[in-house]
């Protein structure tokens, strides 16, 4: 008796847990009016229906855990003028700069790293350095996908390293994001929050490290007096040659 109502339990139980486990999340492209294709994700963490651009100009529909798929394709036709005014504002952007493909040429941790498209059996690949992106589709212009994927890699890596100087260094980091900043390559705020340009991927690894330095240093000394700067310098001694490095190549990286 005692071993059945154990069985039957265990049953309850695992229907309750199979009732709660968290849905798959799913990336099905959809063919939508006026060329657009939309890409449908369920995600168990959004609180609402979500509509926005990728890089590629494709479009991505975020169904959250108690919504369906019909109610977001009624959310995606109420949204219908907006989606189109952004997908004109992405176009201009393409059109309005040289287009990355084959063969384009950018900074990737301080080298120079050349763009190659290949037809692949799923899609597109693009490769450059030790990097592979795969597109469902050939488009005119690959920039805002390798942006994209840089961004990823910042947001991975940079707060990693972060965090092992802080502990090289004995200071405390309360939190770091990775952002896009327009004008600064970092910066540090009275509570510890160290916040970092993504485009700092692109950098050589010892700028990368010194911005991370020039940041950290401010949880000791948050100005630039001559006290700072001698904390900058027991901490990464070659920091002029970061500075002179951002000073040359920093607009131009900014402005790709």
């Known amino acids: 008796m005692l071993q059945l109502s154990l069985d039957f339990l265990g049953q309850q139980l695992g229907r309750f847990k199979s009732a709660r486990a968290p849905r798959t999340r799913i990336d099905r492209p959809m063919a939508w009016k006026h060329g657009i294709t939309v890409h449908i994700v369920f995600r168990d963490r959004a609180r609402r229906y979500l509509l926005g651009l990728r890089p590629d100009g494709a479009a991505r529909l975020v169904i959250p855990r108690r919504g369906s798929e019909a109610e977001g394709i009624r959310f995606l036709e109420r949204s219908e003028a907006w989606l189109l005014k952004r997908m004109a504002q992405w176009q201009s952007r393409s059109q309005a700069r040289e287009a990355w493909v084959e063969g384009a040429r950018f900074p990737f941790r301080g080298e120079e790293s050349v763009l190659r498209v290949e037809n692949h059996e799923r899609g597109i690949r693009l490769c450059f350095a030790d990097q592979i992106i795969c597109v469902t589709r050939a488009l005119p212009d690959y920039r805002d996908v390798v942006f994209a994927h840089l961004r990823e890699l910042a947001e991975r890596e940079l707060p990693i390293r972060t965090r092992e100087m802080a ?20 910066s540090c705020s009275v509570r510890g929050t160290i916040s970092l340009n993504w485009r700092l991927i692109q950098a050589p690894p010892f700028v990368v490290d010194y911005l991370i330095i020039h940041e950290l240093m401010h949880r000791r000394e948050m100005n ?8 900058v310098a027991e901490a990464f001694p070659d920091y002029r040659s970061a500075e002179k490095w951002l000073k040359k190549s920093g607009i131009e990286l900014r402005a790709l």
């Open 224 to 231: 630039h007096s001559a006290r700072y700067w001698k904390l």
């Open 167 to 186: 502990h090289l260094h004995g200071i405390t980091v309360r939190r770091v994001t990775v952002r896009a900043q327009k004008t600064r390559w970092g």
